[in-house]
């Protein structure tokens, strides 16, 4: 059995859901009135500017009512200690794991709490609602929209995170639904280049056959569990046993 050096963990909504954000998905999930679907899309920011940015002006308030939960403080912990490499990539567009303390991470579907200028590209830090035409700082175009993916837009640092995929040596799902490419497809990238793939989540998920092992329950009690086990190297994870630097054999 290989020893592990390189992790990846990928975060979705069921981290989060737990700290009391609203995903406005599934049965009955509207917000006023609209599927999150048809407001969090490009055309949707073309025709109706006014309702997407109220969307995310009441999600970045939000953020102020919320606290990290006890998953995202076990992630920042494992950030802290792991010695080898680490990945921690969100769907989540919250800052829950930043406010916990973790650093080793990428927004992959984007930020709240930035802006981004859809005529330059240039990102800046946004904590206040966003009107409509705000100027951008870099190239002072009327232009900064939520930096955030809308369906139908491509993730950001793709090529970052296939990079860290096809060199990781366990790969973690946490409280995600396995039904949004691309990262459904995650878990078979990095098996396909070896690594051993954990899925943590509250149901079984539609990409749970794709996984190694699949743990049920609540993210804030499974995944401090998980943490202590890799921190300590404890039998689940690392047949070897032994407190010693992990994988680096
Ligand atoms: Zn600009």
């Given at each position: 059995m290989q020893n592990i050096r390189n992790i990846v963990v990928l975060t979705g909504a069921g981290i989060s859901a737990e700290s009391g954000?609203?995903?406005?998905?599934?049965?009955?999930?509207?917000?006023e009135g609209h599927r999150v679907e048809d407001v969090c899309t490009p055309e949707a920011l073309a025709v109706d500017p006014e309702l997407v940015h109220r969307f995310y002006d009441l999600r970045r308030a939000a953020l102020a009512g919320v606290e990290p939960n006890a998953a995202h403080h076990a992630l920042a912990r494992l950030d802290a200690a792991w010695e080898g490499e680490l990945l921690i990539v969100t769907?989540?567009?919250?800052?829950l794991h930043e406010r916990a303390g973790a650093t080793r991470m990428l927004h992959m579907h984007g930020e709240l709490l930035s802006a981004l200028c859809a005529v330059c590209g240039a990102r800046e830090p946004w904590t206040d609602s966003l009107p409509e035409g705000a100027t951008c700082a870099?190239?002072?175009?009327a232009a900064l929209r939520p930096d955030i993916v809308f369906f139908g837009e491509m993730p950001y640092q793709m090529e970052r995170i296939e990079a860290a995929l096809a060199k990781a040596d366990l790969f973690v799902s946490i409280g995600?639904?396995?039904?949004?490419y691309p990262a459904a497809g995650f878990v078979q990238t990095a098996a396909y280049h070896g690594a051993r793939t954990l899925e943590l989540n509250l149901d079984p998920s539609?990409?749970?056959?794709?996984?190694e092992q699949t743990r049920i329950g609540a993210a804030g009690v499974l995944v401090p569990a998980w943490v202590d086990e890799v921190l300590g190297s404890l039998p689940g994870i690392h047949p070897g046993g032994g407190r010693g630097p992990v994988g680096k054999a």
């Open positions: 954000i609203a995903t406005f998905r599934g049965p009955g999930g509207l917000w769907q989540n567009v919250d800052d870099a190239c002072g175009s995600t639904s396995g039904a949004v539609m990409g749970s056959v794709f996984f």
